[in-house]
């Protein structure tokens, strides 16, 4: 029987906002004050929202299960599947020995840690977001640093903050390309809005990342290659986005950055050498020493993750997508597909909410990401049975996080079918003319509910264009902050944390990176504001 949201369950616009922030509110508590370990904290998050929507939302007990399983399902697939593929994939490379030659490389391009930052976390780590995303950059980049003798708090919290400015173009483009058909706006257009914002996070999120390190006196030192890492980046984000769409501007930036900053080391270097017990006046020295591999054992070493771009990347042309998902298994979820109706403001008029669980094992990034594992034991030579111990030893230092993923998905899910998520986007509408300025701030919170700036995007992208044409304002605007803003809310979703924690060996300890993260995400979101408020009321040529 189908039933239909309400977004004002308590008659009372302040009150049934307030009662929608509850289940946020246990997550935060649960997370930054008692510091639970994250599967903790989402399953009595879980289990918070199931209580609100049934007996707040008045929605059936049924369909709250099944939401919940739906967005289970989802945590698992696609998102843990590329999860454990990309953990894999970084586990054989440590198996092997190849790691410590990596470790080496980057140290004979740069020992010292700053650099290191730039080079991982910014620019290395942005070039896996370009083709996948899902947490797989965050993992690797965290593993890597960790690899490097960096603390798993620092590392992982790092590699989280670094993980901004690239989203909204992750995946070949696809948050962006979702924005425009949910809104029916030009897909070029929200690209070109909103390659008017993110350049600034581009810009001076190495230098956020290094001050976050290793304070002002350590950033200037590295001033220079913090300049050419950012200024190349955000350059051309930019005019990819503007000129050529929403699918390369990720991976041109990130390579672009990633260039620059190599080829700007071989010509200079830091007066001093930044350790984490301090500065150290023989960086040069060092720097040198540190390079003592061969040319044939870096390629070999870093052949994995070029192996891992290049299969990814594949996996993301259209032609070759379509093609892959010929195979997929789509079934609707029953009792939930099309039982749950949308209304009013977030639909022109009843409108079913679907519920398909699309199994696209072929075509998904994590597939991809396992060829790629594959790929590199047969050049490795490590054996089947050498790959079954570290596969299963991976599983074992997952397992909580999938579960934390799985319950973090399950919330997110029952927030939508509710219809809990659109009262908090509704509340957000009241703000009349000051709605450029929360705007963004709608796309943090539905990264931070979803996990995904393409989720996100899907969830507020209608109800952000709907609120904009009410207000006299350009719905591309609104709908480019959207995405732009939900980048700054990637750092502190529960999955991004879980993925970051359980990459460094920290499962349970998810409340401490989102200590690290909590105060960059928010500054980040409120600067977006900012600009997307100049952007309506005074800086309105940047609109396309």
């Not at 603390?151 to 390309?177: C, D, F, K, Q």
């Not at 080829?263 to 150290?280: D, H, I, M, Q, Y």
């Not at 600067?527 to 997307?532: D, N």
Request: with cysteine; charged share 10%; proline share 6%.
């Amino acid at each position: 029987m189908p039933w239909a949201q309400v977004y004002d369950p308590f008659s009372n616009t302040l009150v049934s906002t307030l009662m929608a922030t509850l289940p946020i509110l246990v997550l935060f508590y649960t997370l930054a004050v008692k510091r639970l370990p994250g599967y903790r904290a989402s399953i009595i998050t879980v289990a918070a929202a199931v209580l609100l929507s049934v007996a707040g939302y008045r929605m059936p007990v049924s369909k709250a299960v099944l939401a919940a399983v739906f967005g289970a399902m989802n945590g698992l697939f696609p998102i843990g599947w590329l999860i454990v593929a990309a953990v894999f994939l970084f586990n054989i490379t440590v198996r092997t020995g190849q790691f410590e030659v990596i470790k080496r490389s980057i140290s004979g391009v740069a020992s010292d840690r700053r650099l290191q930052v730039l080079l991982i976390a910014f620019c290395f780590s942005s070039l896996l977001e370009a083709p996948a995303g899902f947490g797989a950059p965050v993992a690797i980049a965290a593993a890597m640093l960790v690899g490097l003798g960096f603390n798993p708090v620092h590392a992982a919290g790092l590699a989280l903050l670094a993980n901004t400015a690239p989203v909204a173009y992750a995946a070949i483009g696809i948050p962006v390309i979702t924005a425009g058909k949910i809104t029916g706006l030009s897909i070029s257009g929200i690209s070109q809005m909103t390659a008017r914002q993110l350049p600034l996070l581009g810009l001076i999120t190495p230098l956020w990342l290094v001050w976050t390190m290793a304070g002002w006196r350590g950033t200037l030192e590295v001033l220079p290659a913090v300049l050419v890492t950012g200024t190349s980046f955000a350059v051309v984000l930019g005019l990819t986005a503007n000129y050529l769409g929403p699918e390369l501007p990720a991976m041109a930036a990130s390579l672009a950055a990633l260039a620059s900053l190599v080829v700007f080391l071989k010509v200079w270097k830091p007066r001093r050498l930044w350790t984490f017990s301090g500065l150290n006046v023989s960086g040069v020295t060092e720097t040198a020493s540190a390079s003592g591999v061969s040319t044939r054992d870096i390629v070999k070493a870093w052949s994995p993750f070029v192996i891992l771009v290049i299969i990814i990347s594949i996996w993301g042309i259209p032609a070759v997508k379509n093609t892959l998902d010929q195979v997929s298994i789509v079934f609707p979820i029953p009792g939930l597909h099309n039982l749950v109706i949308k209304g009013s403001p977030v639909a022109d008029q009843p409108t079913p909410y679907a519920a398909v669980f699309t199994f696209n094992w072929l075509s998904s990034a994590g597939t991809a990401t396992f060829l790629a594992a594959f790929i590199t034991m047969a050049l490795l030579r490590v054996t089947p049975a050498q790959g079954a111990a570290i596969f299963s030893d991976t599983i074992r230092q997952l397992a909580a996080s999938l579960l934390t993923i799985a319950m973090m998905l399950a919330f997110a899910y029952i927030a939508n079918y509710s219809g809990l998520s659109t009262t908090l986007g509704i509340a957000a509408t009241v703000t009349g003319g000051f709605f450029p300025f929360f705007s963004p701030l709608l796309g943090w919170l539905g990264v931070f509910l979803t996990g995904s700036d393409t989720s996100s995007n899907a969830l507020f992208g209608k109800l952000q264009q709907v609120t904009a044409e009410q207000l006299g304002i350009d719905p591309v605007l609104t709908v480019a902050s959207n995405a732009s803003g939900g980048v700054t809310g990637k750092m502190i979703s529960p999955q991004s944390l879980a993925v970051g924690a359980a990459a460094v060996g920290l499962t349970g300890r998810e409340s401490d990176l989102f200590r690290f993260t909590i105060k960059h995400s928010v500054l980040m979101a409120i600067i977006l504001g900012i600009l997307t408020y100049l952007q309506a009321n005074v800086l309105s040529w940047m609109i396309p």
